[in-house]
């Protein structure tokens, strides 16, 4: 019956560092392939992580039509990031999305990338109405739904933490991306350095936080300084998450973005969560950073109510803010 066929979703995205195509349907993930770009040295230049893509691109999405003939699925729509992101890598991901759409003759969607990491975060979790700590490489943002859209309650006046993270990490040598690195070192940490704090009104700053950090690696163990950065930023997200639902009187606190995959984070934000009553979510690893299901599964809900991209509203929105966009869809 027609009407009770599932909706079924090509996405793509290309904001950053990974270009990832998924075909997805209401339930689930049905396939997914990504191309990764690591620059070779130093992090990521947006020409050379475009060209990147660009030479990537008819393999990713190749994968996923291969995945949806073999199992004869029509597609319905296809989604792309369109913002924020780094311009010349967003132009790419559109480019090949628009080709898509005119060749298969469905709409297009165009998706913020901050909101798809929220969504595919409520779909895998279970979280209905969170305050939600997105934290990735390009941005760091306390955000919750209210009044029909997703309100940013607080967000960084500078860098993201997981380009502070990143950052500080390449300045003690270690390769891109850090985040990771600097886990696995803080682990063996014996003492605490202060290092500077900086929360204001519900406001975060990490700039002076990295190049504090690397003044302190000079002088300290490398290992006590990794994981002093950790407790003080995370700290600082902890503490603004905190005031947010308190603030949005929400009950659930969800947790998404590469940073995400951060245990000390976890565990500071789960103690938080416990003390307050809120429950806590996290989706699986593969669902924090940047994917294409996340695209695919918000350009689903986008179009079942009502909301597609025409052609001439199609343009990269590097600067692309999440409270832009009408949730419709809740
Ligand atoms: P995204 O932009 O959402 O794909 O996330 C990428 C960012 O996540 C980079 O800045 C990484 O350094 C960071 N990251 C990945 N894994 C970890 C980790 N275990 N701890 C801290 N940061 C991480
Ligand atoms: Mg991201």
Known sequence: MEADRRTIVLGLEGTAWNLSSALVDEEDVIAEKSATYVPAKGGIHPREAAQHH??????????????????????????????????????????????????????????????????????????????????????????????????????TLDISVGNALDKFARQVGLPHPGGPKLEALAKSAKEYIPLPYVVKGMDFSFSGLSTAAAQ????????????????????????????????????EVLLVGGVGANSRLREMLKIMCEERGARFFVPE???????????????????????????????????????EVEVTWQ
């Open 285 to 323: 690893k593969r669902f924090m950073g940047d994917n294409g299901s996340m695209i695919a599964y918000t350009g689903l809900v986008m179009m079942k109510s009502g909301v597609t991209t025409p052609l001439a509203e199609s343009r990269v929105r590097p600067g692309y803010r999440t409270d």
């Open 54 to 155: 660009a030479e990537h691109m008819a393999g990713v999405v190749r994968a996923v039509l291969d995945a949806a003939r073999e199992d004869d699925l029509k597609i319905d729509a296809v989604a792309f990031s369109q913002g924020p992101g780094l311009g010349p890598c967003l132009r790419t991901v559109a480019t090949a999305a628009r080709a898509l759409s005119l060749r298969f003759g469905v709409p297009l969607v165009g998706v913020n990338h901050c909101i798809a990491h929220i969504e595919v975060g409520k779909w895998k979790t279970g979280a209905t109405d969170p305050v939600v700590l997105y934290v990735s490489g390009g941005n760091s943002q306390v955000l919750a739904l209210r009044r029909g859209r997703y309100r940013i309650f607080g967000e």
């Open 216 to 251: 302190a690696a000079k002088k300290h163990d490398l290992a006590d300084v990794c994981s002093s950065f950790q407790e003080t930023a995370f700290a600082m997200l902890v503490e603004v998450s905190e005031r947010a639902l308190a603030h949005a009187e929400k009950e």
